[in-house]
Structure formats: C-alpha cells, structure tokens
C-alpha cells in the first residue's frame, strides 16, 4: 500500500478500512516508521541533539499542515497488530552523517518557523507545498537499479529503507500488506518482482488524499501580506464517497 504522509483524515480512514479487511482475511501488516529507537541505543550527546531537532521538525511540519486540515499518517493509520520493519532514526542519522543531518534539519526548522504575527508565510508555505507535490508528480519514478551514485538522502532515506522492507516481506510466507511511501513503491515493485513476485493491476484502487492549495492566489496573499486563501476539504465536500468518513 503506497501512502502520502500527510493527507486528510478521511483519506487515513479508508486506507484503515481496507487494511482493516485485510486483516480480517488473515493478513499480516509490515509499515514503515523510521520515529523510535531500539532498546539499546546509546545515541552519543551529537545524536541526541540531531534526534532532539528531528521531533522539533516533524512537528513544526504537522502544526504547518494542519492549516490545511490534514494530519500525519502515524496519527490514524497504525495497529498494535502491526509489525514496523524499518531503519531507526538514529541508524538514519548514523549512516548519512551527523553533521550532514544536522545541517538538513536545522535547514527545515527555519523554513517552518515564523511568529504567530505574519500568518503570511503560511500563505507562501501553502504555495510552495503544492508546487512541490506537482513537481514530484511529473518526475520519472526513482530507478532502484541505480544505487551507487545516489546522494546520501536518497540513499539511506529510499534504498537503504526500501531494502529492509523487502528484506522482511520476503523473510515471511504470511499474506502481507505493506505500508509504505509513494516513492518507495517503483524500488519495492521491482525487489518483489525479483524475487518471483508479479503484480496484480486488477486490485490496484486509488483514494483521493484531500485538496491541494492553490498556487497562485496564496503567491498573491503572501506578497500582500495576507492569510492563506480559503481551503476546502474532500471528504466535506460535495465531490466526497458517500461514506464521508469525518476529519
């Protein structure tokens, strides 16, 4: 199963439900969670204070989005049931490099940090948030195949993560749904397929994740120094499923 990371709540509902069935069939659930530590971690003061700035980003990044009405996946979509198979934090910030870590986080927090005074930045925010997202649409998926010359980010943060994924799902012959981002999804398709795995288009579904701000209009507001325009949500709107599931 291949989630955005922020969405409307209603979007996390109807993925739930459907890995709430699977379940039900006899299916077990790996997800993806890089967020916790193991037992026996002994992060060094560095680390701690790299993984001290990770929490403040996240949420900074959670507080910005939920401008929008939307929330961070692990806040609906998880189970105790569930098994995480995934790099820690600190196993990420260990492999990219504490200081290369420092200086992405630290990057982050100043573009999410402004004073409650200029509700403005929000506007750009907005703006700067779909444009993104529609970049990232156009691009070609990433190509698992080319690993070496991958940056550290894409590295660790796709490869490195998207292998231990497979490595668990094919370690199990249980019935599996697996949780995982979007761009690790070609990376997935392409270890499962050879390992003997073929997809099944039939049961491919798509689910709407909510509304992309408008570009434009918040460029405007945030030039005039204003508020971010107006933002509807899908699953209360008229265009919604007729289950309508409620944020």
Do not use: C
């Not at 509700?119 to 703006?127: F, I, T, V």
């Not at 649409?137 to 991958?150: E, G, M, Q, S, W």
């Not at 668990?168 to 270890?191: C, E, K, S, Y």
Request: a neutral charge.
């Amino acid at each position: 199963m291949s989630t955005a990371h922020y969405g409307e709540a209603g979007y996390y509902h109807t993925l739930l439900d459907d890995i709430t069935t699977s379940m039900n069939d006899g299916f077990t659930v790996h997800y993806e969670n890089a967020n916790h530590q193991r037992p026996d971690d002994q992060p060094t003061p560095t680390e701690q204070t790299v993984l001290a700035d990770l929490a403040t980003m996240r949420e900074l990044a959670t507080l910005r989005m939920s401008a929008l009405g939307w929330i961070h996946q692990p806040t609906l979509l998880h189970h105790p049931a569930w098994q995480r198979h995934d790099l820690t934090d600190l196993d990420i910030i260990r492999q990219i490099g504490t200081e290369t870590m420092r200086r992405y986080t630290s990057r982050r927090i100043r573009s999410l940090t402004w004073p409650d005074h200029e509700p403005w930045r929000l506007a750009r925010h907005h703006a700067m948030f779909t444009a993104g997202n529609r970049i990232v649409i156009r691009l070609p998926p990433p190509d698992p195949a080319r690993t070496t010359h991958a940056d550290p980010f894409t590295q660790v943060l796709l490869h490195n993560r998207t292998h231990t994924a497979v490595t668990a799902a094919t370690a199990t012959t249980d019935n599996l749904v697996m949780i995982w981002g979007a761009r690790h999804l070609p990376g997935i398709t392409t270890a499962l397929g050879a390992a003997g795995y073929r997809p099944d288009h039939d049961q491919q579904r798509w689910h709407t994740i909510g509304h992309l701000p408008p570009i434009a209009a918040n460029i405007a507001r945030y030039l005039l120094r204003r508020p971010p325009a107006p933002h509807p949500r899908y699953y209360q709107s008229d265009n919604a499923s007729t289950r309508d599931p409620k944020p």
